[in-house]
């Protein structure tokens, strides 16, 4: 990854010219001919438009000029600022706003799929299978290698982990929990360091053992390389950092009219914050996990609800480099968040829809497996709990359950969870109960679709 090129500055370009070219140059950029994008509704950085044609009676670097200065109309400074005091700001075009408007219909209201999502039986459900998807994805996204079935069996069945990545894995499903916890809560520096602390416990390395839940200090100033070893960023230094954070905290927790000057929408502040976190870089690690849970609090306090159903980290793993990219958009032009804000933006939008396609997948296959059972007496003696188990069991013969496995996936007390498989095994003889030491696992039969379509021994 290289850095981005800076853009051109107006006073280094109208230096160059006489006073005339200045003038008739200065008139095309106030004219308020071209808007904050390119020709393809793109808000590009110079490093990009720099290789595309201007439009005709436009160099260059008078296209880009002209474009900036569209987006200054329509900059708002931030409270925060860089390391040489310069402040952060960001713009609200079109499609920010229109971006804004789809995510406010599609995570606050009523969402639809054969009742799937809705229906209070298998909502918590749902939920905590997002909550160990994002736990996954966070932690690969910061070098966890563990497998996706691993890590959700250790999910699942609430075995200690086995090593570093599943550790990571643990501690990232730990602080959501956390933060459905304590959603309600204003946010404090404490709880920022208690959500370091989750999220680091036992990963940092050796020398950064004790350094779990607080600031880095000023032996531990740091610069981001890119795995390549170019220099990408040099956070503030430690001695910055408390009133940094503390200043990140009063934003996060500010509430504003929507007529007010300084109204910010709740997901644009909720981006600005993990922006922050990752542009500070406050501890020695751990960094980009607070940052992606930080978002989610700030999401979850304004009740976001669809929110704690999907996982930004997923699709940001897709391209990990177009996110680190928007970091340094932001950084090497004037400090403008928006490059950052449109990446997230897009992020939660693909996450959105790729919830309702793995709903409208859950519903089909469950579908699948209600037809399967049909009109036998089946139909009537299982719950949504079982009825999951068997559409997960017939496509995986051999598969194993365990009442502990059965409990993390739906969020019931143990004895519910034993008692659903125990009417499986014991009284509808659709799995095979064995004993692996003291405890019983559950096994999928290689005939169970053949079991189902006989409707089993119900008597």
Request: glycine share 4%.
């Amino acid at each position: 990854m290289k850095l981005p090129q800076t853009p051109p500055v107006l006073e280094s370009y109208l230096a160059q010219l006489d006073s005339d070219q200045a003038l008739d140059k200065l008139e095309k950029i106030f004219s308020a001919s071209l808007g904050p994008y390119d020709s393809k509704g793109r808000y590009l950085h110079w490093d990009k438009l720099r290789h595309l044609i201007p439009p005709e009676g436009y160099d260059s670097e008078l296209f880009w000029l002209s474009i900036k200065q569209a987006r200054t109309q329509l900059s708002k400074a931030l409270s925060f600022k860089d390391k040489s005091g310069k402040p952060f700001l960001f713009c609200m075009p079109a499609g920010v706003v229109r971006d804004l408007l789809w995510i406010e219909k599609n995570s606050t209201g009523a969402i639809v799929v054969d009742e799937q999502i809705t229906d209070e039986k298998t909502k918590q459900t749902y939920l905590i299978g997002s909550l160990i998807e994002e736990a996954i994805s966070s932690s690969q996204l910061e070098g966890a290698s563990t497998t996706r079935r691993q890590a959700k069996e250790m999910l699942r069945s609430g075995r200690e982990p086995q090593d570093h990545s599943e550790k990571m894995i643990r501690n990232n499903h730990n602080a959501m929990l956390f933060i459905r916890e304590y959603k309600e809560e204003k946010l404090t520096p404490s709880l920022v360091f208690e959500l370091h602390r989750i999220l680091t416990e036992g990963t940092l390395d050796p020398e950064d053992t004790d350094k779990a839940g607080i600031f880095r200090a000023g032996s531990d100033d740091i610069c981001v390389f890119s795995k390549d070893d170019v220099l990408l960023h040099v956070p503030p230094k430690a001695s910055e950092l408390p009133d940094r954070l503390q200043l990140l905290c009063d934003f996060a927790n500010q509430k504003d009219e929507m007529d007010s000057p300084d109204y910010i929408p709740t997901v644009i502040r909720a981006i600005v914050v993990h922006f922050m976190i990752g542009y500070d870089h406050p501890f020695v690690d751990g960094n980009g996990r607070t940052a992606r849970a930080l978002f989610y609090w700030m999401m979850a306090k304004d009740h976001y609800w669809l929110m704690e159903y999907i996982s930004i980290s997923r699709v940001i793993k897709k391209a990990p480099a177009k996110y680190m990219q928007a970091y340094l958009n932001s950084e090497t032009d004037a400090n403008d968040v928006t490059y950052f804000i449109i990446h997230q933006l897009e992020v939660i939008r693909e996450a959105i829809n790729d919830l309702h396609a793995y709903l409208k997948y859950r519903s089909q296959r469950l579908q699948e497996a209600s037809a399967l059972i049909g009109n036998s007496p089946l139909q009537k003696v299982l719950n949504h709990r079982q009825l999951a188990l068997l559409q997960h069991a017939l496509r995986r013969p051999g598969a194993e359950y365990t009442v502990k496995s059965h409990q993390g996936s739906h969020g019931v007390s143990y004895q519910t969870a034993r008692s659903d498989l125990l009417k499986l095994s014991d009284g509808l003889h659709l799995l095979r109960k064995v004993k692996v030491g003291k405890k019983d696992a559950f096994i999928a039969p290689l005939d169970l679709e053949e079991r189902v379509k006989k409707g089993s021994s119900i008597n």
